[in-house]
């Protein structure tokens, strides 16, 4: 399951990251990218080893969870160092899946889902759409500036082109409590469901046996 978070980033918290990100170092993306994405990766990331880009990154992570979608939609047990990246003209990624397993020693994480927060307002770049791969075709993603994709991490996808401005993003994956994806989309439908139920007036007694099932599934599949 895919899913558009929008609003992430408020538009003074936009103004923030961009502003700290101008001052801060750029190094080529390839140094983080697996050895089968290594070599069609070509763009640029903010200096992770920056104290300021871990206080972006902190800023960030903590607007993404409290993002009232997220956490239904990702149970998320654990979340990744974020990337922040930038995509100049002619710089692209293209097609990879992300390593299953990754970080180091007690930060190793399983990566269940993938996630990229578009930071540069869209009429700023042409190109540069994300682009999933499902069974239903090419799911091509360009959102507005504050708004994330929410991905599984295990499908292949690349970044097109891009062929003005510059496209910033900041991109990071997690591990679900709930590793199954089917058994994840069955609870977000019912935790959105149980949220519509009560702002519809249901009675308590009907929303608290919906609740009961909603964390007794969770009980069964969380790991």
Partial sequence: MSLVLQGVLAPEDLLRVRDELNVIAWNSGKRTAGAAARAVKENLQADGSD?????????????????????IAARPARVSR??????????????????????????????????????????????????????????EITLDAGDAILYPAGSIHYVAP????????????LQSFVPDAGQRETLFDLSVTRTRLAEAGAAREELLRLDKSISNLLRMWAR
């Fill in 82 to 139: 974020l990337l922040f990246s930038k995509y100049e003209p002619g710089m692209t990624y293209g097609a990879h899946t992300d390593d299953a397993l990754m970080g180091a020693g007690d930060d190793k994480l399983r990566t269940d889902l993938a996630f990229t927060i578009f930071l540069a307002e869209r009429e700023s770049y042409e190109g540069g759409a994300l682009v999933v791969q499902s069974a239903l075709g090419d799911q």
């Fill in 162 to 173: 891009v062929t003005r401005g510059a496209r910033l993003a900041a991109v990071g994956w």
């Fill in 51 to 71: 104290t300021r880009t871990q206080a972006l990154e902190r800023f960030v992570v903590d607007a993404l969870r409290r993002h009232p979608l997220f956490e």
